[in-house]
């Protein structure tokens, strides 16, 4: 059964930057995976901060446009969220998700707290 995990995240200052990581196992298919971040905020709804398709294509939501950059390595089976010129609202726990062949629940990273504050 496919697994991700999560790594990456802690703190930083308002301005600085952070790289979150999320390497899959229990999978020979990472490559049909679509896959996302999203973050969640105390007393917030889970909200999507980036996604990558099959074919490569990122999507950014809007408050994170020009700071972030979602990648993927199908071949480390890993996808990535590099975040900087970070803000306080940028606090929030972190989850990566993928779908496989973007059917179904998906699967859920374990959560990574990112805190930004001076």
């Known amino acids: 059964q496919a697994q991700f995990v999560q790594s990456g995240g802690g703190l930083s200052e308002p301005g600085g930057s952070l790289r979150l990581s999320c390497a899959a196992s229990?999978?020979?298919?990472?490559?049909?995976?679509?896959l996302g971040w999203y973050r969640q905020a105390p007393g917030k709804e889970r909200e999507v901060v980036a996604s990558?398709?099959?074919?490569?294509?990122?999507n950014y939501a809007d408050f994170v446009q020009g700071r972030f950059t979602i990648s993927r390595d199908n071949a480390k089976k890993a996808v990535y969220l590099q975040m900087n010129n970070l803000k306080p609202e940028d606090t929030a726990v972190y989850y990566c998700?993928?779908?496989?062949?973007?059917?179904?629940?998906?699967?859920w990273g374990q959560g990574t707290q990112v805190t930004v504050s001076s």
């Open positions: 990558i398709n099959r074919g490569g294509t990122p």
């Open positions: 998700h993928g779908k496989y062949l973007g059917l179904g629940r998906g699967i």
């Open positions: 229990g999978t020979d298919v990472f490559m049909a995976y679509d």
